[in-house]
């Protein structure tokens, strides 16, 4: 019930492109739901955030679209760059686990120039 | 956002030895730290979680007389891995978050640890 299961493991886009990422979880206590760009050899970066009484943030060329009752989230990147290649990870915590995040498997991305 | 400092960025360590590993917040106090293992192309495993002044709880599976995690000030914890092996080898990642931050907790750059 721990588990956040994210697709696709890879993604390859052309530049201008638009990428999508999905999330899905089990567990309905969960309730902060951030998303990680992790470039090679460094520490993930949060990248944008949502709570579940919202069904969307935007920030910048970063969207993430919310549905509580199908417990399922994603990211989409607009106009994609060649900078935005990298791992991306969703990822989700409760305030009863002392905010742990229970990390997605991890999405590879490459933009195509 | 807030920094979070680790050190070294990469150590390598002949087998037996032992490797201290720090993580640093460098403008807020950090109430409680995350230790999380990484194999490549894999995603980051959660090993413990520490409170300031508190000892560590380890998640299943993770040795605690292995991986000995310390936190005893609000801006510093630490991982030392004891008698490494070369199955220690990994990247580990710490992230920290502060007491005001109800939910947000900020990475480190992580540890490339190579034991041969």
């Known amino acids: 019930q721990q588990q956040v299961k994210q697709s696709p493991q890879s993604l390859i886009v052309q530049k201008g492109g638009i990428s999508i990422i999905n999330c899905a979880y089990e567990n309905t206590a969960f309730d902060y739901f951030p998303w990680y760009q992790q470039f090679p050899g460094k520490g993930p970066a949060l990248l944008i955030a949502?709570?579940?009484?919202?069904s969307e943030k935007k920030e910048g060329r970063f969207t993430i679209s919310f549905n509580k009752s199908a417990k399922q989230f994603s990211l989409h990147i607009m106009d994609s760059q060649p900078g935005d290649s990298a791992t991306y990870f969703c990822a989700a915590s409760w305030s009863g686990s002392a905010r742990q995040l229970t990390f997605g498997s991890g999405t590879q991305l490459t933009v195509l120039p | 956002g807030a920094v979070v400092s680790q050190h070294p960025s990469r150590v390598i360590c002949k087998s037996g030895t032992s490797v201290k590993i720090e993580c640093r917040s460098l403008d807020f106090q950090a109430t409680t730290m995350f230790w999380y293992r990484q194999f490549p192309k894999q995603s980051l495993m959660l090993m413990a979680t520490?409170?300031?002044?508190?000892?560590?709880?380890?998640e299943q599976g993770v040795e605690k007389d292995k991986f000995l995690i310390n936190h005893a000030s609000l801006t510093l914890s630490t991982l030392t891995v004891t008698s490494a092996h070369p199955e220690d080898s990994s990247f580990y990642i710490c992230s920290a978050r502060g007491w005001q931050m109800n939910t947000e907790a900020f990475f480190g750059q992580g540890t490339r640890l190579t034991v041969v």
């Open positions: 520490s409170n300031e002044g508190s000892k560590a709880t380890y």
């Open positions: 949502i709570r579940p009484d919202v």
